[in-house]
């Protein structure tokens, strides 16, 4: 084992505190699309991906749809300052003195990168019911170089990977009566997951980082299977306007500081589409509040809030092309989605919050995805 140098020790000392990374709100799954708009999507849906955060909105797909298949769509995110990661784990691996001087420097800084693969996903809706199954896959890393010494280390890992199979099925309540009143649409729905995942989260100390433990990752995972629930409903009570209540992974999804607990989840959103006009033909607009349970360990209601709107600037047979933007934790999001024939493409960019209240830990990240759509 190869001993630290006092100037490695010296920047130890300068410790006062361990920045955990686990406030950030995990998702099994993530899409540039509705991260764009703010993450807005509890009463919003209209497309497979319904299914990670109200499976009621499966029912929100335009009939004119039809069938709605995926191919090989493949996501990754970054953060700004990922290239640094790579820097500081090859100067701890080529000298002390030179890893001592590249954590000073980095010293309260994060690192974020993830990919995503939904090999296959199909959905359709029909007069009133609709369903939505895929296989998905997905793993994400989250560092951060904080001031620590000791156990405690002074680069912190957090990792996350699941693959398995979601899927739904939602129904529309169109004849439903109080006394003499009739109801508008009720959508009801009912989805489940079976995924395989690997957690870990730890810290690194300037030897661990010295003698390439980084490169062991694989062999620390922690592994299991969970299988959970997830339900929701969606009110129109006006015509465009809606209401949704869902409840997310109902059994909590792995285990530890990289659990997804159980999230009860409310949203609101105006839906306006003309189906025969290929320009500005729909504006969807939503607002949500996340785990109002409070499974998450802060109390930060800004946290908790997402608001956003996407936009059709055309939509044809041959290509379509559409702007989101929002508000995601208190920052503010952008993005936009173009498809050509079959090929369908996404970028976002959002900001997610490590910290246990708004603004205090924001870390900007930019997204991409790529895949086949008919």
């Keep these: 084992m190869r001993k630290t140098t006092l100037s490695v020790a010296a920047i130890l000392a300068l410790a006062v505190s361990a920045q955990a990374l686990n406030y ?3 998702q099994v799954y993530k899409d540039p699309k509705i991260m764009g708009a703010g993450g807005a999507n509890v009463a919003t849906g209209g497309n497979f991906n319904a299914v990670f955060s109200n499976p009621a909105g499966l029912a929100k797909i335009p009939l004119e749809y039809g069938w709605e298949i995926d191919v090989l769509h493949i996501g990754v995110s970054i953060n700004e300052d990922i290239t640094d990661l790579q820097d500081i784990i090859d100067d701890a691996e080529e000298s002390d003195s030179k890893a001592a001087q590249t954590l000073k420097e980095h010293i309260g800084d994060r690192y974020s990168i993830g990919a995503s693969v939904k090999p296959f996903s199909i959905a359709k809706m029909f007069d009133e019911t609709a369903f939505g199954i895929g296989l998905i896959s997905s793993v994400n890393v989250n560092a951060g170089v904080h001031q620590g010494f000791g156990a405690s280390g002074i680069l912190e890992a957090d990792i996350l990977a699941f693959g398995g199979v979601a899927g739904g099925i939602a129904h529309n309540f169109n004849e439903l009566t109080i006394g003499s009143y009739e109801l508008n649409t009720l959508s009801v729905g009912v989805g489940a997951k079976v995924l395989r995942y690997g957690s870990l989260s730890r810290s690194y100390s300037a030897v661990d980082l010295a003698n390439e433990e980084f490169d062991n990752i694989e062999d620390e995972l922690k592994e299991g299977t969970s299988v959970v629930w997830d339900l929701g409903v969606i009110y129109d009570i006006f015509p465009h306007f809606s209401v ?32 025969d006009r ?9 607002a949500d509040y996340i785990d109002i349970a409070k499974k998450y360990p802060d109390d930060s209601y800004v946290k908790r809030t997402r608001i956003g709107a996407d936009l059709n600037v055309w939509e044809g047979w ?9 508000l995601y934790q208190g920052a503010w999001t952008a993005g936009a989605s173009f498809r050509l024939s079959f090929l369908d493409l996404a970028f976002s960019t959002y900001a997610e919050e490590l910290g246990a209240y708004s603004g205090q ?12 759509n008919w």
């Design 318 to 326: 041959l290509s379509s092309f559409a702007v989101q933007a929002g």
């Design 278 to 286: 290929s320009f500005f033909n729909q504006v969807r607009i939503g």
């Design 24 to 26: 950030e709100y995990r």
């Design 361 to 372: 830990d924001r870390d900007r990240r930019y997204m991409a995805s790529f895949g086949f």
């Design 244 to 275: 949704g209540l869902s409840a997310l992974n109902i059994g909590g999804i792995g285990e530890g500081e990289t659990e997804i607990p159980t999230t009860i989840n409310v949203g609101a959103s105006y839906v306006y589409r003309i189906g």
